[in-house]
């Protein structure tokens, strides 16, 4: 679409920013292989530093996936933050990022546990958190399909863009600038009051609540009911064997993509 720029301009994402640190520095790349090895490559830039590539060539997903990142139609990014965080808080920034996309993609994206944000039953981002050196620095990838016009045959099933839904073009700079704008303060709240501070508003975005599941626990396939988000962020499963909170990993949920 003739409006829309095809490259992405760091001074159009700051120029739309309100935030105190985040993406206030831009390192931009045409082409990379991850940004998130980009960020872990360059620890020593300000916290805050956003990491954007127009294409990633090996762009990853969780426990060694694949994150397909073609050229220009989508947003490929990963934010470098230096905080003091224990580890085992560490995944709940995950679902603070989850948030701040679905507020600033609206269309009614929705979160389904933990780290998918889905339009309808397909993703439409993916989320990837990872530490390095030791818990010193966070790095949190996220990839937004934005003007994706279709996906391989082996994603089609299960992956959507914003342009799919809306059938509009979007400008991925103001995404951009939205998401880090959205991230900012609620990142804030979780640093000085815990998870516990936006656990409303991630039960609210949540489509994996009330729903039945499928998950692999302790080596074993078991299906339940999907009951709460635990005060950690964990999910709280109800089971034929009692109620389990599960805190990381796999999860399908009936009707969405990956269980049908
Ligand atoms: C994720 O993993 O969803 C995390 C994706 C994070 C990507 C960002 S892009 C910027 C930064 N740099 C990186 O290298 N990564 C981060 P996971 O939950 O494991 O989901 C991976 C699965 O999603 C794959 O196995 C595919 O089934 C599916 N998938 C791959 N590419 C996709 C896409 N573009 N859209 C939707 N689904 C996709």
Known sequence: MDSITSIIE????KRLLNTEFVARHIEYFDKTDSTNEEAKRRPHLPSGTLFISDTQTAGKGRLGRKWESPGKDGIWMSLLLKADIPPDKIPQITLIAAIS?????????KIKWPNDIVIGTRKVC?????????????ILGTGINVNNAGFAPELKEKATSLFIETGKKFERSEI?????NEFEPLYKKFSENGFSAVIDEYKNLCI????????????????????????????IVQTQNGIITVTSGEVSVRGIYDYV
């Open 176 to 180: 951009i600038a939205a998401v880090m």
């Open 101 to 109: 996309v679905c507020r600033a993609l609206g269309n009614g994206s």
């Open 10 to 13: 760091p001074n159009n994402i």
């Open 126 to 138: 993916g989320i990837l958190t990872e530490m390095s050196g030791g818990t010193s620095y966070i």
């Open 208 to 235: 994996t609540l009330d729903k039945d599941v499928r998950l692999i626990y302790r080596g074993a396939e078991i299906v339940g009911g999907a009951i709460d988000i635990a005060e950690n962020g964990g999910l």
